[in-house]
């Protein structure tokens, strides 16, 4: 269908479609032949010409219990009939302190104190910044460089970037924040692995030669996705992970893990952190904290680390750490927050994924054997397909893929040379057969 008559499906001119820039998009293509999505309801989406579309990537990642529960709904109202806007700073509403408390106990033990911002952005920022300004209030303010991984994201601000590993995401922006990276853990010899990959354990130790480069005495924190999501459900070898944790304990250095994709459900455990068995010192997360429906970030730290921050505060009415956002724990996102949070329990979401796991993972490495296909990965219910990049085009096949999965009523993701899947912790096993058999045609059919 030509791309005005879509927009006029949904009642937009072309006009209104011209004002939005979209992020992330490649505007002028999208404009063309707009992509619109009028409504959505458990696993699927309603087109604006009409067709339901199966949503293979949960919105994005976000929606792990299916789009549009009633019990998200229904609490978001009525905390809006209530009170729509409690001021951040200096007072405060009950559901804040208790979607904190809610999701404390959830988390891993010891990450016990939670600051609420309004993405995943924005709650690394908040890791990043507590980062430095504990190791100042320990009086060791020369600790402030952060080390990311190459392939790593973080999101979009100026903290993100800097330790994100996404050459795009940084090339337009000048100076950003001193950091350096780790390698990537994408190895030849893992391709094809199934779940958690065998080798490269090792590659941790390359934080050593970032300690002896720089030392330790001027590293703040680590920060490592437990799997990297938008670069393609990159799964940590055995061992990594617990190798980081060995590292940054010995050199005193802290450990952020960003779970804005790991978090809630998708590994099959609660965590990346419960399904690697390591515990970070500052745990960051988002999407899922809300099942997508209203914006929300959060970030949690170990208690000591809080303990710090007040000890140095000062008289009790200083305020201990400059940070916050207007719409740090806004009233209706902890109305969402804790409604998702009881969802996320109740209806053991984790516990599903871990069981839908098995079947995903045997269905999506039934597509070996194609030769645009040159590795599969995954864990829980994400997973990649590696793409075989068009030459001298990076991202240009998998883009392809994507639209004419679309076209053909599924909607995944991609990024880079990769096509990501992220069905929703409460997908039937003929979703995931359709999602496959739909991608499995569409790159047979390139
Ligand atoms: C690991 C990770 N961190 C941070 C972010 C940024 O989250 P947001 O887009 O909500 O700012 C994302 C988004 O996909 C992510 O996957």
Not at 410 to 419: A, E, L, M, N
Request: glycine share 12%.
């Amino acid at each position: 269908m030509a791309g005005t008559e879509t927009a006029l499906l949904a009642g937009l001119t072309p006009q209104e479609l011209d004002s939005y820039w979209m992020p992330f998009t490649g505007n002028r293509e999208f404009k063309r032949n707009p992509r619109l999505v009028v409504a959505a309801q458990g696993n699927y989406y309603q087109s604006a010409d009409g067709r339901k579309i199966l949503d293979g990537v949960s919105g994005l990642w976000c929606c792990g219990a299916g789009h549009n529960r009633p019990e998200i709904a229904q609490a978001v109202s009525e905390q809006l009939g209530r009170l729509d806007y409690a001021p951040a700073f200096q007072f405060g509403h009950p559901l804040a302190f208790k979607l904190a408390h809610r999701l404390a106990a959830l988390a891993p033990e010891g990450l016990e104190r939670v600051f609420f911002s309004n993405s995943g952005s924005e709650a690394v920022e908040t890791a990043l910044k507590v980062a430095r300004a504990y190791w100042r209030q320990k009086g060791r303010p020369e600790k402030s460089k952060l080390i990311g991984r190459v392939k790593g994201y973080h999101g979009v601000n100026f903290g993100g970037i800097s330790v994100g590993g996404i050459g795009p995401n940084r090339k337009l922006y000048g100076t950003l924040l001193d950091a350096d990276h780790l390698p990537h853990t994408l190895l030849p010899e893992n391709a094809f692995s199934r779940g958690i990959p065998a080798h490269g354990a090792e590659l941790a130790d390359q934080l050593e030669e970032r300690v002896a480069l720089h030392d330790a005495s001027n590293i703040a924190a680590v920060i490592v996705e437990p799997f990297a999501g938008s670069a393609g459900v990159i799964v940590p070898p055995a061992g990594y992970l617990e190798r980081l944790r060995e590292i940054c304990d010995r050199h005193h250095i802290l450990l952020i893990f960003d779970e804005v994709i790991s978090g809630f459900g998708r590994t099959g455990h609660r965590f990346g952190s419960d399904a690697f068995g390591v515990t970070p010192d500052i745990m960051v997360v988002a999407k899922g904290l809300t099942n997508g429906a209203v914006p929300m970030g959060a970030t949690l730290v170990r208690t000591e680390i809080y303990q710090t921050f007040m000890e140095q505060g000062g008289p009790g009415y200083m305020v201990e750490f400059p940070h916050g956002y207007t719409y740090s724990a806004h009233p209706l996102a902890c109305a969402a927050g804790l409604a998702a949070l009881e969802l996320f329990e109740r209806e053991h979401l984790a516990d599903r994924a871990r069981e839908l796991a098995p079947y995903f993972e045997e269905a999506l490495h039934s597509l070996k054997g194609s030769e645009l296909i040159t590795d599969i990965r995954n864990i829980g219910l994400a997973g990649a397909l590696q793409i075989a990049s068009w030459p001298g085009e990076p991202a240009r096949r998998p883009w392809e893929i994507a639209m004419r999965c679309w076209e053909q009523g599924i909607y995944v993701r991609y990024g880079g040379d990769t096509i990501q899947l992220g069905p929703s912790l409460v997908s039937k096993q003929e979703e995931i057969d359709r999602l496959i058999d739909t991608l499995g045609r569409v790159i047979g059919e390139l």
